[in-house]
């Protein structure tokens, strides 16, 4: 029993953090999330979009970490110089989150009356994740530089918790476009959730730096 505590302990911080950074990257007002909210809004292939979106994340994510993690095992400066990047980059994306609590936005979906057939919905939601080049920075450069730095038996909780919180994210947007709809036309809320992933990257640029400063 001990050891199972032990082993939940070790693994629910990668997890966490995975997580977290997944949930703070993908949550954004953009052509991606107000797709998937279309098509929730309508019950059009609900399904299949959540399915591909998600799994396209996971993909990346995964060749993200197990990737990069190969590449570190080959330098050690270069995995510092990296993680200082990625450190550098949370801390940036954390202060636009906070700034745009001063003028936020409204993700809204394109309400035409207008039918997408299933191959079309397939491609669009394909188009609308492979097709971003922030994806790759989001997924595979910044999500595989922090998932590289867990130890490697924990590398792939970190990708776990990441898949997960993409899954998660687009299923409640998909699913629940009815009920969650109303909330995503509110600033305020917008607000809120900005000022939750802007202090949310920075506390994951701070255990990066520590990171950093301990691995030396």
């Known amino acids: 029993m001990n050891d199972l505590l032990l082993s939940i302990q070790m693994i629910w911080p990668a997890f966490l953090q995975g997580f977290a950074l997944s949930f703070g990257l993908i949550v954004a007002i953009g052509p991606q999330n107000a797709f998937v909210l279309r098509q929730g809004l309508r019950r059009e292939h609900v399904g299949i979009v959540v399915l591909v979106c998600a799994s396209s994340d996971a993909v990346l994510i995964t060749a993200g970490v197990f990737g990069i993690a190969e590449i570190l095992n080959e330098s050690v400066w270069l995995a510092y110089g990296l993680a200082l990047a990625g450190a550098a980059f949370l801390a940036w994306y954390g202060w636009k989150a906070l700034k745009r609590i001063q003028s936020p936005g409204q993700l809204l979906a394109d309400n035409s009356d207008r ?56 299923s409640a947007i998909g699913f629940g476009a009815r009920w969650l709809a109303p909330w995503f036309e509110r600033p305020n809320a917008w607000r809120i959730l900005d000022g939750i992933i802007g202090l949310t990257m920075w506390f994951l640029a701070l255990l990066m730096l520590r990171h950093i400063y301990t691995g030396f």
Not at 135 to 147: E, I, K, N, Q
Not at 152 to 169: N, T
């Open 115 to 170: 039918s997408v057939a299933r191959r079309a919905a397939v491609f669009q939601a394909a188009a609308f994740t492979l097709l971003n080049p922030h994806v790759y920075l989001d997924t595979v450069l910044l999500a595989g530089s922090l998932g590289a730095q867990q130890p490697v038996h924990l590398q792939g909780w970190f990708v776990a918790g990441a898949a997960g919180a993409s899954a998660a994210w687009f």
